[in-house]
Structure formats: C-alpha cells, structure tokens
Nanobody, 126 residues
Framework: QVQLVESGGGLVQAGGSLRLSCAGS????????MGWFRQAPGKEREFVAA????????DYADSVKGRFTVSRDNAKNTVYLQMNSLKFEDTAVYYC???????????????????WGQGTQVTVSS
C-alpha cells in the first residue's frame, strides 16, 4: 500500500505556472503507475496526466497537452506535474493517484486507481 501527499498548489494569474508534487511513502513507489486528476466545483473528477512506473510512457488530456508535463523521480518517491500557461478553467483540486500494474500502463479512468492523495487546490485568476 502507498500513501500519497500532494503539495504545490496555490493562487496564480492566468498565463502563470505552478509545479505540483506528489510524495509517496514506502520502498515500492517505483512499482506504481501514477496519475494526476482534477475536480472543479460541481464537476466530476477528470483525468489530467499519467506516467508509467519507469517513466517510459506518459499520457495527457487534450485540454492540457502542450501546457502540462508529468514526470517522476523514483529515487525521491515523487511525481510532479509542471503546469504552464495556466488558464482560468484549470482551477480545481488536483489529486495524484497510484495503481500497481505488472505491465506499466497509462490509464485514464479513476476506477483503476485504488490509492489517492488528499488533493491540493489550484486557483487561476483571470
């Protein structure tokens, strides 16, 4: 089992940047595929980005492609989400999630991630 803690959220003006971090516990962090999701008020949680356990594959939602970059440092048990050119519509609570998979796959569905962090608020002012 892995425990996840997000950090790095905050208030930023449109066009600005933020980097979110997600720290995982345990010595098996490198065996988890990781995902970033977000949830805006009144909306369902949606996929943002994912990275496989070895960083071999990444995937992005169309709405963030070209602006966000997901990466990980397994030596630090941490996954990152670099967010550039932020828009008002990026405002949401951002969650990281983990899933264990022997094949290492990028997955977009929330149901496939059994482990979640508590979330960090990102607010973009227009």
């Amino acid at each position: 089992q892995v425990q996840l803690v997000e950090s790095g959220g905050g208030l930023v003006q449109a066009g600005g940047s933020l980097r979110l971090s997600c720290a995982g516990s345990g010595r098996t962090f490198s065996t988890y595929d990781m995902g970033w999701f977000r949830q805006a008020p009144g909306k369902e949680r949606e996929f943002v980005a994912a990275v496989t356990r070895s960083s071999g594959n990444t995937d992005y939602a169309d709405s963030v492609k070209g602006r966000f970059t997901v990466s990980r440092d397994n030596a630090k048990n941490t996954v990152y989400l670099q967010m550039n050119s932020l828009k008002f519509e990026d405002t949401a609570v951002y969650y990281c999630a983990a899933r264990m998979s022997p094949l290492g796959m990028v997955v977009r569905t929330t149901q496939n991630y059994p482990y979640w962090g508590q979330g960090t608020q990102v607010t973009v002012s227009s």
